[in-house]
């Protein structure tokens, strides 16, 4: 998982214990795509990336995000 520290006045916050270590806003998004691994990678425009074990369809309704602008 391709983790950076970002502002925390962000949107959407990924956190591991008590620290935010993944934050960034639905503009931010550049694609959700599904992985041959089965987990689905989340993209951003800055080329940062994560991964979750959700579907595409979960993670579009989460992020309420409906394809790239």
Not at 3 to 21: G, Y
Not at 22 to 40: L, M, N, T, Y
Request: aromatic content about 12%.
């Amino acid at each position: 998982m391709n983790m950076h520290k970002n502002s925390t006045d962000k949107e959407f916050k990924i956190w591991s214990r008590d620290s935010v270590v993944f934050a960034f806003d639905k503009s931010d998004i550049e694609s959700i795509e599904g992985q041959p691994s089965g987990s689905v990678r989340l993209t951003l425009k800055n080329g940062d990336w994560v991964e979750f074990n959700k579907t595409v369809d979960e993670l579009e309704e989460l992020f309420k995000w409906e394809g790239a602008e």
